[in-house]
């Protein structure tokens, strides 16, 4: 365990979730007496989770040593956690990324399946996120995907202990305004957030009207399947043919069900990303237009 490295709670109040990776060390109240700690397992097969475990070593202080993360046990089954709500926006409670185990690899993940409804029928995924039907009855034996924001409630209550942190609902009004305030709307398909350092900007390829555009882009071009990684894809073209100025200083990091893209906070930028947000609204709610972008030029772009 000597490649842990713990900074402790003080450190980095937030973590962006383009940088949550396998093996970070997070901790979290439960109450204002009490802290609980866990560690980032796999990016779940859904937009913004992560799997995790939590340990069953629990502290006054926001503290665990090296030995006591050897000799901890799970303290439940294993949890998909919405971890863009919980360390990236802190939309509830207090967690943070405490400390990194470099070089983690995850075991046993081979057996690890996830389950989620699908209208009337059910399914499971392996972490690479292939499907396979079940019945209703089987679902039991698989982690539920629905990602949970309250877990450190449900762990108050299987420690028999009150969930309380002071000035809870002042907190998260303070930061319901200040999402407000950076455009983040958690209805829509496109979230816009920002802070001292840098802007983002995700589509939630999983949401119904972006997957509905996505579908009759396929029906245009066949190579064409739009996962985070083809709407990347094409929205780096669509940009180099027809606004390159909004290429400038932006990073992108798809996942398989979400488009990201980022840049570092300057004025100039600023005005990029909301002209960006403007683009992605035009081409996904008049999507004929990009359909006939996708006819026209799919055959030149190489998807993923």
Request: proline residues 2%; hydrophobic residues 35%; charged residues 30%.
């Amino acid at each position: 365990m000597s490649n842990i490295k713990i900074w402790g709670w003080e450190k980095k109040e937030r973590t962006m979730f383009r940088f949550i990776k396998p093996g970070d060390i997070f901790c979290f109240k439960c109450n204002e007496q009490m802290y609980c700690f866990g560690r980032i397992l796999i990016l779940a097969p859904t937009l913004s989770g992560h799997l995790v475990e939590i340990f069953d070593y629990t502290s006054t202080n926001a503290v665990i040593g090296k030995e006591d993360i050897e000799n901890a046990s799970r303290m439940m089954e294993l949890v998909v956690v919405s971890s863009y709500i919980l360390f990236d926006q802190k939309l509830h409670g207090d967690w943070r990324i405490i400390g990194y185990q470099e070089d983690y690899n995850p075991k046993e993940l081979e057996n690890i399946y996830f389950t989620y409804s699908a209208g009337y029928t059910y399914e499971k995924l392996d972490i690479y996120g292939n499907k396979t039907p079940i019945d209703e009855e089987e679902r039991c034996k698989y982690i539920a995907l629905d990602q949970r924001a309250n877990i450190d409630m449900e762990v108050s209550e299987y420690l028999g202990v009150e969930y309380k942190v002071d000035n809870q609902w002042e907190m998260h009004k303070a930061l319901e305004d200040d999402t407000e305030e950076n455009g983040v709307n958690e209805n829509d398909y496109i979230s816009f957030f920002k802070d001292d350092e840098s802007i983002e900007i995700c589509i939630d390829v999983g949401d119904e009207k972006v997957m509905e555009v996505g579908e009759k882009i396929s029906a245009v071009n066949e190579d064409a399947y739009m996962n985070g990684y083809n709407w990347d894809v094409l929205l780096s073209y669509y940009l180099e043919k027809n606004e390159p100025d909004i290429l400038k200083e932006m990073e992108t990091d798809p996942e398989a069900d979400m488009y990201a893209a980022f840049y570092p906070l300057t004025s100039e930028n600023e005005s990029r990303a909301e002209r960006f947000v403007e683009i992605i609204r035009s081409l996904i709610e008049q999507d004929e237009k990009l359909c006939q972008f996708v006819k026209e030029e799919g055959d030149v772009i190489e998807w993923d």
